[in-house]
């Protein structure tokens, strides 16, 4: 088979131009410092490295959950100590008149306690991280304990019965305010539950009102449901806390615990009225509270310890798989060096054997 100068043309030209695509490679790998910059470089390991940097995102992802996690389990552990203080405080109260009071001085100091205690123990709950409550459950945006206005209600000056009111969330003992209601009012009666029905105060109205206001603390405005942050791949664990199961006994009140709200407002009736059972049995449900705080603070310190060990997993396993990302992508930089300095010796060889070959023709050897 003759060789013929087109031919010869054509191989140098295909030589020169593999040896400028290997030489473009080369530097384009040592200009980004990756192994692979288009799928198109190597599928195969293409695939394997985003495998491995979607990996890398969800232990991102898991690591700043946990982070999270870990802030919301803070806040709602100091706040429960607090709470836990204070029904000790309370308890200690309870225990000094559990015989009765009899010296006015003592029982109004005792209640002016107690009543601020009522107050801390709703403060607690009010604990936020930025602009969401911990213990109000799905419904975040808004604290669990803040203050329920009632509309429409019936007041009679000189009367301590107001009618046309839902006695739905109200329980004999609880404080209530409102404009034509005197201060330090309590519920002391409910003859007539139901949506239109009546109570009865400690004192009677101070004005006549056919449209009134009343307003009282206590209720949970927040859900029962946990809300879950993902650790792991199937590890979903609850970062916060239920005001209502805490401090109502769960919902519907005292439906699953002791309702420590209704019973300091016991407590501090009972105190009002003398009356020894009355207290005796607010100390004694106030053990169970005691104990009903201490579950959930203990709760609590697992659940933080869970994930205290979940963020050390998932930390390592970062770690692993960024290694392994980088031996699979990064460019071993004095490697590429060399050969890039090889092929470019080559690639300019290349290029002056083929300089010096193609202008011989057959009228140089006649």
């Known amino acids: 088979m003759r060789i013929t100068t087109k031919m010869t043309a054509d191989n140098s030209l295909y030589n020169i131009n593999e040896g400028r695509i290997k030489l473009d490679k080369l530097n384009e790998k040592t200009s980004s410092g990756l192994n692979v910059n288009r799928p198109s470089d190597d599928p195969v390991a293409t ?3 985003l495998d491995v940097e979607n990996q890398i995102k969800n232990s991102t992802q898991f690591i700043s959950n946990i982070k999270t996690g870990q802030t919301w389990l803070d806040m709602a552990g100091t706040s429960l100590e607090g709470l836990l ?7 200690s109260t309870a225990g000094q008149a559990v015989s009765g009071i009899s ?7 005792m209640l002016g306690q107690l009543k601020l205690f009522r107050e801390q123990l709703l403060d607690y709950t009010d604990t936020q991280v930025g602009n969401q409550y911990v213990f109000s459950g799905f419904n975040s945006n808004n604290a669990p304990f803040s203050p329920t206005t009632l509309s429409g209600i019936v007041t009679t000056a000189g009367s301590p019965n107001i009618t046309n009111i839902n006695t ?6 609880m404080p209530i305010t409102g404009p034509d209601i005197p201060a330090n009012s309590v519920i002391t009666a409910i003859p007539t539950p139901g949506a239109a029905g009546a109570i009865t105060l400690s004192n009677a109205a101070a004005n006549s ?4 206001t009343l307003t ?6 927040g859900t029962e449901d946990p809300i879950n942050i993902d650790v792991g791949s199937s590890s979903p664990i609850p970062i916060n806390v239920s005001g ?11 439906s699953t615990g002791v309702d420590i709200i209704k019973t300091v407002d016991e407590l501090m009736l009972a105190i009002t009225n003398n009356d020894v059972a009355g207290i005796q049995a607010a100390n004694k449900n106030l053990d169970t509270a005691n104990q009903q705080v201490l579950r959930a603070v203990s709760d609590v310190g697992m659940r933080k310890a869970r994930l205290d060990n979940s963020l050390s997993l998932q930390q390592r396993n970062s770690n692993t798989l960024r290694a392994i990302h980088d031996d699979m992508q990064n460019v071993d930089m004095a490697a590429a060096a060399i050969a890039l300095t090889q092929q470019k010796t080559a690639f300019d060889a290349a290029l002056s054997a083929t300089a010096k070959i193609t202008p011989l023709s057959l009228l140089d050897y006649i």
Do not use: H
């Open 103 to 109: 010296d006015p001085t003592k029982k109004a100091d």
């Open 216 to 221: 009282f603390s206590g209720k949970f405005k």
């Open 209 to 212: 009102n056919a449209a009134g």
């Open 47 to 49: 695939r394997r490295i």
């Open 244 to 254: 209502g199961a805490v401090l109502r006994g769960g919902t519907p009140p005292g």
């Open 85 to 91: 203080s204070t029904v000790m405080d309370i308890k």
């Open 168 to 173: 739905t969330d109200l329980y004999v003992g």
